[in-house]
């Protein structure tokens, strides 16, 4: 019951951690697969391994090392693949596992071919791909699983050591409002007072703030919409299709001929208009902030 709810809290639209698509790691994950395969395939003998000729343990481990490194470079092309493709695109997790399920079902096929033409295994295909697909899941899952453990459990404590190098950052981590692309990766961060407005720029949104006394902007890879959702309940809210606002900084709700618009306190601040669809949770808003409204 307990593992159900679990993973029914998965949020599997979200885009899958940096970790696990940087370079690196990507190292790691492919030679500790390797290993990994090297030892279970020599340990529980599977697709067929045990009717491999009369070979001594040496020649056994030798050709099984060769059988590993074939298998293992499905993982290799599929992961210069995936490296490619995400400096472009986005994977949530569903896709992920979906690019996990297709690199099992490749390796198990090959084993499969394998045992029936060299092997002449005499049972029907089918079996052969169900039975190397149990195995290569195995083969694949353990070590991918406690991978994204450590490349997890190391991201953290990496964070961690950050804020102990920088007490201050700590000190005002309620006061800052982080920012995060496409991809869940923190780009930017600002005080919660020195935010003004977020401007929809297609697939991108500028951040427009306040620095050294001076409107400054930040482009970030992000949607307004994702965007308003993490906002949610808070009083930086959606005022048009394309801005959101910080209403501590706003002072007027001024209408015109063109409808209302947001006046800033700094009056370098260019005002914001306000769409008929957002009207309501605009004035409920900042009815809780101010009372002075000039109808203009």
């Not at 209302?260 to 914001?272: A, G, Q, R, S």
């Amino acid at each position: 019951m307990y593992f159900a709810i679990r993973i029914q809290m998965i949020d599997f639209q979200k885009p899958i951690p940096a970790y696990l698509n940087e370079k690196q790691n990507i190292i790691r994950l492919i030679l500790f697969t390797s290993l990994f395969a090297l030892v279970f395939i020599n340990a529980y003998s599977p697709f067929g391994a045990d009717r491999w000729y009369n070979l001594t343990r040496l020649e056994f481990f030798t050709y099984s090392s060769l059988t590993i490194l074939a298998g293992v470079l499905v993982v290799v092309i599929s992961r210069i693949i995936m490296y490619h493709f995400c400096k472009r695109h986005t994977i949530n997790i569903w896709q992920y596992l979906l690019w996990i399920f297709a690199e099992i079902l490749s390796m198990a096929l090959a084993y499969a071919v394998f045992d029936k033409l060299f092997l002449k295994d005499a049972r029907p295909f089918i079996d052969l791909v169900r039975i190397s697909s149990r195995n290569t899941a195995l083969v694949l899952l353990l070590p991918y699983s406690v991978l994204w453990l450590y490349f997890s459990w190391r991201d953290k404590k990496e964070q961690i050591e950050r804020l102990a190098e920088n007490p201050a950052s700590a000190d005002n981590t309620r006061n800052m409002i982080p920012f995060y692309d496409d991809k869940g990766i923190l780009k930017f961060s600002v005080l919660k007072e020195n935010l003004l407005y977020l401007e929809s720029a297609e697939n991108y949104v500028n951040i427009c703030y306040l620095n050294k006394g001076k409107v400054a902007k930040y482009l970030l890879r992000d949607t307004l919409k994702k965007i308003e959702e993490s906002f949610s309940g808070t009083e930086i809210i959606r005022c048009h299709r394309s801005y959101m606002v910080n209403f501590e900084k706003v002072k007027v709700i001024r209408k015109d001929r063109e409808g209302l618009k947001l006046e800033f306190d700094d009056p370098t601040v260019t005002d914001i208009p306000v769409s008929k669809t957002y009207i309501n949770a605009v004035m409920l808003t900042f009815s809780k902030y101010y009372q002075t409204i000039d109808p203009g």
